[in-house]
């Protein structure tokens, strides 16, 4: 089997349970149903879009507006995309992204480009402060890879819910340093296609979350 194109998401679901990856994603027999806690964050993600683009901002969003002008203020200095979907092929080149060859896939927020040759990517978080992610660094990538200018690119997750800000910054010297961060994962993406073996890893998410509900180590959830 062909590997799919991987994003940031999509190897995390590999990562966590290779049956549930295979399952909802390539064989989709089963459709995870989306809680309100995604729900809300596709909301926001969309209400601040069509802010940051020149639109209204959603009155349920209106705690966001200071938040979403700062962006902005900081974009005056350079040229600001939002919601940009970066995709490379397997020759690591930038490509379309529904290309036959496409490879990688991410899709970026807010990037703003500096005429110095900085850039800038902020990804809005509805949900809980992770303290480590290599999201970051694949956003970092994929900038290098599509924008040459860009000499040097600052990431920023901003964790709406909790007035918290993580940042990151990568000079593009470090680029194949970083792309090897990501080679084992993507050695084992890699076979599991090919070989078309994709094994159950049991965890905490077995006990009534996971929607494979027919997997081996799959059980009803724990009544308190």
């Not at 073996?197 to 959830?221: A, M």
């Amino acid at each position: 089997m062909r590997p799919r194109p991987w994003s940031f998401t999509a190897l995390g679901d590999f990562l966590n349970c290779p049956k549930a990856y295979c399952e909802m994603r390539i064989a989709k027999s089963v459709v995870e149903s989306q809680g309100e806690a995604a729900l809300w964050g596709d909301a926001v993600h969309k209400g601040l879009e069509q802010y940051l683009l020149g639109g209204e901002l959603p009155e349920n969003l209106e705690n966001y507006r200071e938040y979403a002008d700062k962006i902005k203020a900081r974009a005056e200095a350079g040229t600001m995309l939002v919601e940009q979907q970066l995709a490379l092929n397997t020759k690591m080149q930038p490509c379309d992204w529904l290309a036959e060859d496409a490879w990688c896939r991410g899709i970026v927020d807010v990037l703003i480009l500096f005429p110095t040759g900085a850039a800038t990517v902020i990804d809005h978080k509805t949900g809980k402060v992770k303290a480590e992610s290599k999201q970051l660094k694949l956003f970092a990538l994929l900038v290098f890879a599509h924008y040459p200018s860009v000499a040097y690119c600052n990431t920023e997750f901003s964790w709406l819910a909790h007035d918290q800000v993580t940042i990151e910054g990568y000079h593009r010297e470090r680029e194949a340093a970083l792309w090897q961060e990501f080679l084992p994962d993507l050695t084992r993406w890699r076979e599991a296609h090919k070989k078309e073996v994709f094994n159950p890893r049991q965890s905490g998410l077995c006990f009534g979350w996971c929607p494979v509900t027919g997997c081996e180590f799959w059980k009803p959830k724990k009544v308190k």
